[in-house]
C-alpha cells in the first residue's frame, strides 16, 4: 500500500512556474507508475502525466505538452511536476496517483493523494 501527500502548491501570476511534490510512503513506491491529475471547479478531474516506475518514460496530455514535466527520485519515495509557463486555464487542484501500469485513466490508479491548489492569475 502507498500513502501519497501532495505539496507545493499556491498562488502564481500566468507565465510563472510551481514545482509540486508528491511524497510517498510505502515500502513498493519503486514498483509502481506515478501520474499526475488535476482537477479545475465545475470540472472532471483529467489526467495530465505519468511517468514509469524507473522514471525512463514519460506522457503527458496535449495541453501541457513542452511546459510541464513529471520527475522522480526512488531512493526518496518523491515524484515531481514542474510547471513552467503556467496559464489561468492550468488552475486547478492538483494530485498525484499510483497505478502498477503506464495508464492515463484514473480508474487504473489504486492510490491517490488529498491534492494540492494551484491557482494562475491572469
Known amino acids: 500500500q502507498v500513502q501519497l501527500v501532495e505539496s507545493g502548491g499556491g498562488l502564481v501570476q500566468a507565465g510563472g512556474s510551481l514545482r509540486l511534490s508528491c511524497a510517498a510512503s510505502?515500502?513498493?513506491?519503486?514498483?509502481?507508475?506515478m501520474g499526475w491529475f488535476r482537477q479545475a471547479p465545475g470540472k472532471e478531474r483529467e489526467f495530465v502525466g505519468v511517468?514509469?516506475?524507473?522514471?525512463?518514460?514519460?506522457y503527458y496530455t496535449d495541453s501541457v505538452k513542452g511546459r510541464f514535466t513529471i520527475s522522480r527520485d526512488n531512493t526518496k519515495k518523491m515524484v515531481y511536476l514542474q510547471m513552467n509557463s503556467l496559464k489561468p486555464e492550468d488552475t486547478a487542484v492538483y494530485y498525484c496517483?499510483?497505478?502498477?501500469?503506464?495508464?492515463?485513466?484514473?480508474?487504473?490508479?489504486?492510490?491517490w493523494g488529498r491534492g494540492t491548489q494551484v491557482t494562475v492569475s491572469s
Open positions: 496517483a499510483a497505478s502498477w501500469e503506464v495508464r492515463t485513466t484514473e480508474g487504473s490508479y489504486a492510490y
Open positions: 510505502g515500502r513498493t513506491f519503486s514498483s509502481y507508475t
Open positions: 511517468i514509469s516506475w524507473s522514471g525512463s518514460n514519460t
